[in-house]
Nanobody, 115 residues
Framework: QVQLVESGGGLGQPGGSLRLSCAASGIIFRFANMGWYRQAPGKQRDLVAVIARNGNTNYADSVKGRFTISRDNAKNTVTLQMNSLKPEDTAVYYC?????????WGQGTQVTVSS
């Protein structure tokens, strides 16, 4: 059974930092393109960052220079380091595993940026 378990969400201050982690099980992790998406209330779920099997990364324009995605294939984890947080970063953040034949989602973790 595939599981993606996110952790590290919570309350962050504007200009501050938070770090999200996603632990994957039930998949061959090194074959997955891993990503983080977010969904704010009343809005669609949007891509935040993705890291491919080969380590290449891609970011939404709104987070470039502030967020960094990384992966550890030995630990089956993907991490999103979020710096210089803004109130508009407030959303539920979802971990995604994009496999050759299937796609999987975590349950989501709430990130709230507020003073």
């Amino acid at each position: 059974q595939v599981q993606l378990v996110e952790s590290g969400g919570g309350l962050g201050q504007p200009g501050g930092s938070l770090r999200l982690s996603c632990a994957a099980s039930g998949i061959i992790f090194r074959f997955a393109n891993m990503g983080w998406y977010r969904q704010a209330p009343g809005k669609q779920r949007d891509l935040v960052a993705v890291i491919a099997r080969n380590g290449n990364t891609n970011y939404a324009d709104s987070v470039k220079g502030r967020f960094t995605i990384s992966r550890d294939n030995a630990k089956n984890t993907v991490t999103l380091q979020m710096n210089s947080l803004k109130p508009e970063d407030t959303a539920v953040y979802y971990c995604n595993a994009d496999m050759p034949l299937s796609q999987y989602w975590g349950q989501g973790t709430q990130v709230t940026v507020s003073s």
